[in-house]
Nanobody, 122 residues
Framework: QVQLVESGGGLVQAGGSLRLSCAASGLTFSSYAMGWFRQAPGKEREFVAAVSWSGGSTHYADSVKGRFTISRDNAKNTVDLQMNSLKPEDTADYFC???????????????WGQGTQVTVSS
């Protein structure tokens, strides 16, 4: 049974930083590309960042480029999202997801976590 469990969300002031982590189990982690998505209240889930199975290739949404960094540790079966210079518009539930082939869209992912909430106050 595949499980993806996010952690690290919380309340932070604008300009601050948070580091999200996703722990994976039940799959051959190093064979999967991993992604982070977010969903704000009343909005559709949107792509944030993705990393290839090796960690050698990363992709970011334009809205977070230069502020967020995705990384993975295949020895620990974890994928992290370092979020700096946070803005109120980054407020959302953040989800990690796994896919056999790296993708920038939600349908491309087979497994999803339950999400962790991030709130950025102005």
């Amino acid at each position: 049974q595949v499980q993806l469990v996010e952690s690290g969300g919380g309340l932070v002031q604008a300009g601050g930083s948070l580091r999200l982590s996703c722990a994976a189990s039940g799959l051959t982690f190093s064979s999967y590309a991993m992604g982070w998505f977010r969903q704000a209240p009343g909005k559709e889930r949107e792509f944030v960042a993705a990393v290839s199975w090796s960690g050698g290739s990363t992709h970011y949404a334009d809205s977070v480029k230069g502020r967020f960094t995705i990384s993975r540790d295949n020895a620990k079966n974890t994928v992290d999202l370092q979020m700096n210079s946070l803005k109120p518009e980054d407020t959302a539930d953040y989800f990690c997801a796994a896919t056999p082939h790296i993708s920038l869209t939600t349908p491309g992912y087979d497994y999803w976590g339950q999400g962790t909430q991030v709130t950025v106050s102005s």
